[in-house]
């Protein structure tokens, strides 16, 4: 079978993601992270991320950087529905809300970042996070550029 990164050339942004989430797919990161894809379409992307003791801060709560890298990725993949066939983006600004604590008893928590603008070489979105029962978590934006081919 194909890499799911081989098919990144051949591909829209939102063709990729939607190969990725059928093939059950995670990037190195979204692995480690514990991160997953669960949603794409266009404008529109939602990631599923599970907490885990490896993520514990000194207080035994989740650190920061757990629900950010969340944040990121929701983000990162509703921008990537909008890019063409092996255009890239990278993240130019990051803002992140946290609003309550998460710890192993939050359980699985769900990113949807939405698309506000798509320009030709900058987009901007938002991103919530909520538990299962739709309590959130966080939230937050970003601004991404658009790499050239």
């Known amino acids: 079978m194909t890499s799911v990164y081989e098919l990144f050339e051949k591909?829209?942004?939102l063709e990729y993601?939607?190969?990725?989430?059928?093939?059950?797919?995670?990037?190195?990161?979204g692995k480690t992270m514990n991160l997953r894809i669960v949603e794409a379409r266009d404008g529109f992307a939602a990631v599923e991320g599970i907490p885990d003791?490896?993520?514990?801060?000194?207080?035994?709560?989740?650190?920061?950087?757990f629900i950010a890298s969340l944040v990121d990725t929701g983000l990162g993949c509703a921008v990537m529905t909008k890019l063409g066939n092996g255009v890239g983006y990278g993240t130019v600004e990051l803002k992140v809300n946290y609003v309550r604590k998460v710890d192993l008893e939050?359980?699985?928590?769900?990113?949807?970042?939405?698309?506000?603008?798509?320009?030709?070489?900058?987009?901007t979105a938002d991103a919530k996070v909520a538990d299962a029962a739709g309590k959130l978590y966080a939230h937050g934006s970003g601004t991404f550029l658009v790499y050239p081919k």
Not at 21 to 26: E, F, M, T
Not at 106 to 123: D, E
């Open 53 to 65: 003791e490896r993520f514990y801060n000194s207080m035994r709560r989740m650190h920061g950087g």
């Open 11 to 13: 591909l829209s942004g």
């Open 106 to 123: 939050t359980g699985p928590l769900l990113c949807t970042s939405t698309v506000l603008h798509a320009g030709r070489t900058m987009l």
């Open 17 to 29: 993601l939607q190969e990725m989430i059928k093939r059950g797919d995670a990037t190195p990161m």
